[in-house]
C-alpha cells in the first residue's frame, strides 16, 4: 500500500484555484487569511499581480500562472499548453477543446494562447495543504479534488462548481468527496452571492445548514428537475416568449431560474 504524503495543513492558507480578478482573493486577505491564487489567463494574472500589488510584496498573496493538467500532460514534458481565452466571457477560459466549444455554442468567441502547465501536487507540497479550497477552473476542479488522495492531511472546506448536465456525474463527484473523508454538504446558488467576493462566504460563514450525502442527493434531485425545465438546453429557452416568461419568474421571486450552483463540502476531521 502506498503512504500518504504527510504535507502539513496550514490553517491560515487558503487556495483560490481560478482567481479571474481577485474578487475571492480579496475576501480571504481581509479575512486575514494566507492566500496562494492559481490563474491560467496570462492577462488575468497580470491584473492580479497589479491589484493586489502590496499583498505579494508582503508575501500575504502568492499569485501561480499556468494552468493546471493532469499528470499525463506533465509527464509529456510539454513546455506550453492550449488556453482557450474566452473575449466575450473572462470567466469561461478554459484548457478543455469541448468546453470552449460549448461556449462557442453560447454566441461567444475564443482565443487560443500559450501557457505554463502547473503540477497541483507540487504546488500542495510546496505551499502546504489549505484550511480552505476553492476551486473554478472551467472543467478542471475534480482534478484538483482527485489530487487530495495522495495527501494525509485534506483541507477542512472544499467548494468546487457543481456538474449541471449529467446527474450520474454529479453523484461521482460527491461519491469523490465522500471517499476523501468529506460527508457534510451544501449546495449554493452562485447567482445570489453578494460581494465582496464571486464564490462568497465559506465553512461555518455559510447560512443554510449541513446535509448529508443523501441530503445532498435529493436537494441537487431538485436543482437538475430546474435545470431541465429552465436550463441553457431546456425547451423555454429556445422560443422568445417562454424565455421573456422566465426572466419574469426569476424577477419575481428574486431568484435566477435555474441558476447554477457551487458544493461546499466540510471534512469529518473538522467538526467545528
Known sequence: MTSLDSTPKHMDLVFD???????DSELYLKKGFRVV???ADPDLAAFCRSKFKKEVESGKLIIVE?????DA???IGTEKIKFYK??????????????AQRNERSNTQSIVVEVVPINFFACLKKFG???YMKVDIEGMDLL????????????DYISLESEKVVFSKLQAELKLLESLGYHQFRAVQQATIIPPGSSGPFGADLPESWKDLKGILREYRWIFFLYKIFGDNSVINRFFVSK???ELVSRLVKIPLPGWYDTHARHSSFLR
Open 66 to 70: 499556468g494552468a493546471v493538467v493532469p
Open 73 to 75: 500532460q506533465l509527464a
Open 17 to 23: 484555484v481560478g482567481m479571474h480578478k481577485g474578487e
Open 37 to 39: 491564487g492559481f490563474e
Open 86 to 99: 474566452n473575449l466575450n466571457n473572462s470567466v469561461w477560459g478554459t484548457v478543455c477543446e469541448e468546453w
Open 244 to 246: 421573456f416568461a422566465k
Open 144 to 155: 484538483c479534488i482527485e489530487m487530495l488522495a495522495k495527501f494525509k492531511n485534506r483541507p
Open 129 to 131: 495543504v489549505p484550511h
